[in-house]
């Protein structure tokens, strides 16, 4: 069975020009959640989604940052306009949700770099 | 405050040591709990659950204090192979499990 697909894995662009990662998630897993990561820092949620609905996006920057996630299957994280803080990995996750214990399944992240 | 704590690290220890990590949390109404591994440049992979009666997996061993509101990881006869940062994640529930990730700990384990 396939894992969490993620893309890009790396992308590199100057600060504000427009970026965007994508991931598909496990198959049947209804939860897929956004997590931002800094080096030596633990994931930071950014989003969480209940099949196609934004059940939490509090800690979304809304003013430069958009999900989506229109069919409950895979999702896109959209940033514009890219700042150098957002130098990070952008982590996809995914789980059953109510049928499941709560364990995550990760893809391998997209690492962006803000020049 | 955050919500989960863990000690950063690095904990430098030689092989065959035993080696222990403790996690806190703030949410008395936390409902499960994890240990995830990640390596350098990767993503976290689930470790191992962590319940109230302790979980074993050979080397490695965990347990919730759910009055003390800790989790811990021990790790015994340690090898070069578990150098890797250790994440502690919490979950909450809110329609669906909200998990709360630890900063880490970095496990550095040397000949």
């Known amino acids: 069975e396939a894992g969490v697909v993620q893309s890009p894995r790396y992308k590199i662009i100057e600060k504000k020009q427009p970026v965007a990662f994508w991931c598909n998630p496990i198959s049947g897993h209804n939860t897929l959640y956004w997590y931002l990561q800094n080096l030596g820092q633990g994931p930071e949620l950014l989003i969480r989604y209940e099949n196609e609905e934004a059940v939490d996006d509090s800690q979304l920057p809304k003013d430069r940052f958009s999900a989506e996630r229109l069919k409950g299957v895979d999702s896109t994280l959209k940033i514009q306009p890219a700042e150098l803080g957002d130098s990070a990995v952008y982590l996809c996750?995914?789980?059953?949700?109510?049928?499941?214990?709560?364990?995550?399944?990760f893809g391998e992240g997209s690492r962006l770099t803000v020049l | 405050r955050k919500e989960v704590e863990q000690d950063p690290g690095p904990f430098n220890v030689p092989e065959g040591a035993t080696v222990a990590f403790n996690c806190t949390y703030s949410?008395?109404?936390?409902?499960?709990f994890f240990w995830y591994r990640q390596d350098c440049r990767k993503e976290p992979k689930l470790l191992m659950s962590v319940y109230s009666s302790g979980n074993e997996d050979g080397r490695f061993t965990a347990q919730l204090n759910r009055a003390s509101q800790y989790i811990s990881l021990l790790i015994r006869d340690s090898k070069l192979s578990d150098s890797a940062t250790y994440l502690c994640v919490v979950n909450e529930w809110g329609g669906s499990y909200i998990p709360t990730f630890g900063r880490g700990t970095s496990l550095i384990v040397h000949p």
């Open positions: 996750a995914s789980s059953l949700g109510q049928k499941g214990t709560g364990e995550l399944f």
């Open positions: 949410n008395s109404a936390s409902q499960s």
